[in-house]
């Protein structure tokens, strides 16, 4: 338990600047930007997921959009069967995820970077069509998520998307603070240690497969949070809603901002949520066909990923790696 | 006909300068065997003439081709073929199949065959094994099989990476006999980099030491193995 | 019995095309030793590309074969231009890049595709019957199309068989993928033979996209999820075995047709996860892959 406190004690004053700045911001911006902001905190929460398991641990997701499912789903049924109040369904998310995600780990520590990407990929695919199968889960009509009002002492004027970018902004601070000490801990030397040489890294003592599940645990355990702010902001939970491109896209998002880098996640996040908005409007000048709005986000996402993957291996943050012969 | 010319050739591996403004000359048609201990920097140079490694100056020319820079599979169409210490040879690969490998740039079908042929004659143990996997073979064997794949490309100069590693002293002298005999009939100019230097030296016709990645003597391999100080502080015998 | 037989066949059918995929999969991988998601991608430009063929000529026997041409050309495009530059990265990061790369290429060209061609469903008529056969009053679920399917399947893991171990551009795919160094100190090419392989892997890609999809409509994404089932199939039978490839194939299309008939039918996609993930926990590389070291 001492540990859990001394991890908690890093740096918590930029965080509440940064809490109080983004009040301050969401009183004067329209009903969109709200709703924006509120995406914006479910990807920056799902990359920072991604951070620490591929960033730090060197192991590869392609199915986070799946345990993000499992998180959702989570608070959606506690809420409707034990009657959790909204904090407690985000509590059993994360539990949910994390429990999931330590069963996933013990699969994963034992395979290899392309088996577990493919593994990681069928459950993306695998995983949410189950809600189909089970009426329990809702089927494909899923199930609603009930957010409270906002508190009447908020004022008339309180917007719902208002709200969810309070409850989710929060949320998403909290725990970007919490991934940034357990990175600055000695498990996020550990990971770092394992991923460039998990032989030397084995050698000096580090038992790796333990090491890896607790990655991977974690991991879920953040991305199970991030799943319950995403279906806070859909009100719902479906299949539908996780579908493969969710775990592509938050992947995508970790690369572009450095798939090491935690802050990058703020940026990666910001880009995720701009894509879609730059795109419009750039279709609506190229003259608004359906079929340039339908695909211009895709088109921009894969080039700013490609170049970012040529030009800026280790995310626009660090300097080019000097290529050493 | 200049042959294998290096100048004031420079080459780091990490953080550590292998080869110091290393010059020496190989003339055509010789066998010239390069020593030196464990560390000499020895293999960088070999890697560094056959594009493995990046030079950072001097210059390196087998007759009008300069060899810096260049790219390995290109110095093997031009001649120059490498025969390094642990890359020669496909353990997976059959014994035919390693053999082929070294041919399968050359269009002349026929010549290759030939090619083959020649080796066969010059290492008959290999003709039994053919069809043998390289991994089952003795390290003679695969020594033979190494020196056999670089001679499918019908080389003008061949460079060997210490041949004589974690082989037994009769093994030794078979396969350096063979480079006498592919120095004299097929005319081939062979450098030779050895620990192993009184073999080396018995077998070469010139001799280029190596200290430290700095050339410390160079000369008549008969005038070398002669020379009892050189032989006490670098050849260690 | 009809039942298990019908079963039984269907699988055999579908299996064809996922190892056809995890044909192309294999081949890039052991060649490169990258993962390529963008292979989705230039099957399904392939794919239109046949299409074009079949509108304007009307010739699927005509566009089969052109569609495999055009994937061999994207294939090589794709590694001349992109992975070669990739596989010199060094760094943290220079096992995902590659991978990265590849998933960004396949939203790219899927985008290109919906640009060009819009994002509603086409369709590809089949050059044979799609009824069953029938013995006596039984039809099976399998028709003449199907017989195509796995013969043409059958086929074009032949003919990689025999170039791969029988040829001498075999002989250089197999040494520039397994020993890389090795192969350029012996003088072979090796970045051009790898090219070789993306070319093959293209064309693969290619004829398994164009055969599955009179089943399905044709849309810029509509390959996606064979791309996975393809990804799977690989997984299990080992990435490093192009006979692993058709193995897993097989393996996944008759373990998920039992699966839909004698469990469930809408258990599709967790199904491909359970057939995976039990191969996997008895062998982590797969059924005929090799177990190397962690790095390799």
Do not use: C
């Not at chain 1, 059993?92 to 493919?118: E, K, Q, T």
């Amino acid at each position: 338990m001492h540990k859990v406190f001394a991890l908690l004690r890093k740096r918590p004053v930029v965080f509440i600047l940064a809490g109080i700045a983004l009040y301050l911001l969401s009183n004067h911006v329209d009903e969109l930007r709200n709703f924006q902001g509120a995406t914006a905190a479910v990807y920056i929460v799902a990359i920072a997921s991604i951070v620490l398991l591929t960033g730090y641990s060197g192991q590869i997701s392609l199915g986070h959009g799946a345990i993000m499912a499992v998180g959702g789903y989570a608070a959606v049924l506690s809420q409707k069967y034990w009657h959790f109040n909204l904090l407690l369904t985000f509590v059993a998310a994360v539990l949910a995820a994390a429990v999931f995600g330590a069963i996933l780990g013990f699969a994963a520590a034992r395979l290899s970077g392309p088996y577990l990407a493919g593994t990681t990929l069928a459950l993306a695919v695998g995983l949410p069509s189950l809600a189909d199968q089970f009426h329990i889960l809702g089927g494909e009509q899923g199930l609603p998520y009930n957010v409270p009002q906002p508190p009447a002492s908020l004022g008339a004027d309180f917007t719902q998307y208002h709200w969810f970018f309070w409850i989710t902004g929060s949320a998403a601070l909290l725990m970007v603070w919490a991934t940034q000490n357990i990175l600055g801990s000695r498990y996020g030397r550990q990971w770092r240690a394992m991923r460039s040489n998990p032989t030397t890294a084995a050698l000096a003592g580090i038992h790796v497969g333990r090491s890896k599940v607790l990655a991977f645990t974690l991991s879920s355990g953040i991305a199970g949070l991030a799943g319950a702010l995403f279906v806070l902001t859909l009100n719902l939970v479906t299949p539908s809603a996780f579908p493969l491109s969710l775990s592509f896209t938050i992947v995508t998002g970790a690369v572009l901002a450095g798939v090491g880098s935690l802050r990058g996640s703020i940026i990666g996040a910001v880009v995720l949520v701009a894509i879609p908005e730059l795109s419009d409007s750039l279709a609506t000048k190229l003259g608004g066909a359906e079929r340039v709005s339908a695909n211009l986000p895709g088109l921009i996402t894969a080039v700013l990923l490609i170049l970012t993957v040529l030009f800026f291996p280790e995310g626009p943050l660090r300097r080019r790696v000097k290529k050493i012969k | 006909m200049s042959g294998l010319v290096v100048k004031d050739l420079s080459v780091s591996h990490g953080a550590v300068q292998a080869v110091r403004n290393l010059s020496f000359a190989v003339a055509p048609g010789s066998l010239t065997a390069i020593i030196g201990a464990n560390g000499a920097g020895k293999t960088t140079l070999l890697r560094a003439l056959t594009g493995l490694k990046k030079a950072e100056s001097g210059s390196a020319f087998w007759n009008d081709l300069s060899l810096l820079g260049a790219k390995p599979e290109g110095l093997v169409r031009a001649g120059v073929v490498h025969v390094a210490d642990g890359k020669s040879v496909i353990p997976e690969f059959t014994v035919e199949e390693n053999l082929d490998l070294g041919g399968l740039w050359r269009r002349g079908k026929k010549d290759v065959a030939l090619a083959k042929s020649e080796i066969l004659q010059l290492f008959p143990a290999l003709t039994t094994r053919m069809k043998q996997h390289a991994a089952t073979l003795s390290g003679g064997e695969r020594q033979m099989v190494a020196i056999g794949r670089a001679l499918m490309s019908r080389p003008k100069l061949l460079l060997l990476d210490e041949p004589s590693l974690g082989l037994a002293p009769k093994v030794i002298a078979n396969i350096f006999d063979s480079l006498n005999q592919l120095r004299s009939e097929f005319g081939l100019t062979i450098a030779l980099v050895e620990q192993n230097a009184m073999s080396a030296l018995k077998v070469a016709d010139h001799g280029v030491v190596i200290n430290l990645g700095e050339l410390v003597a160079s000369g008549p391999a008969s005038q070398l193995l002669a020379d009892p100080a050189l032989r006490a502080a670098y050849l260690g015998f | 019995m009809i039942r298990l037989i019908s079963t039984l066949l269907i699988g055999l059918s579908s299996g064809a095309i996922y190892a056809l995929m995890a044909l192309a999969l294999v081949l890039v991988w052991r060649s490169t030793r990258v993962v390529n998601f963008a292979q989705a991608g230039q099957a399904i430009l392939s794919t239109y590309i046949g299409y074009e063929v079949i509108v304007h000529v009307n010739n699927y026997w005509l566009a089969l074969p052109i569609a495999a041409l055009a994937g061999a050309v994207i294939g090589a495009l794709v590694d001349a231009i992109l992975i070669r530059r990739l596989s010199q990265s060094t760094g943290p990061s220079a096992g995902i890049r590659p991978v990265i790369a590849t998933l960004g290429l396949l939203g790219l060209i899927s985008s290109i595709v919906g640009l060009i061609w819009g994002n509603d469903l086409k369709r590809i008529p089949t050059p044979v019957g799609t009824h069953g056969y029938t013995f006596g009053h039984t039809t099976i679920p399998f028709s003449p199309y199907n017989l195509l399917i796995v013969a043409s399947a059958a086929i074009v893991m032949l003919l990689f068989a025999i170039v791969f171990q029988r040829t001498n551009l075999g002989l250089a795919l197999r040494a520039s993928a397994f020993a890389p160094e090795t192969a350029r100190l012996a003088g072979v090419r090796v970045d051009r033979t790898r090219t070789i392989g993306w070319a093959f892997a293209g064309a693969a890609g290619a004829i398994a996209g164009v055969m599955i999809t009179p089943q399905n409509a044709l849309s810029p994404n509509s390959m996606d999820l064979l791309l996975v089932l393809g990804f799977v199939a690989a997984v299990i039978g080992g990435l490093d075995s192009l006979i692993g490839a058709g193995l897993g194939g097989i393996v996944l299309g008759l373990g998920l047709a039992l699966i839909l008939e004698y469990v469930s039918t809408s258990l599709a996609f967790p199904a491909a996860f359970i057939v995976l993930i039990l191969v996997l926990l008895v062998r982590p590389q797969g059924l005929l892959g090799k177990l190397r070291s962690r790095d390799a």
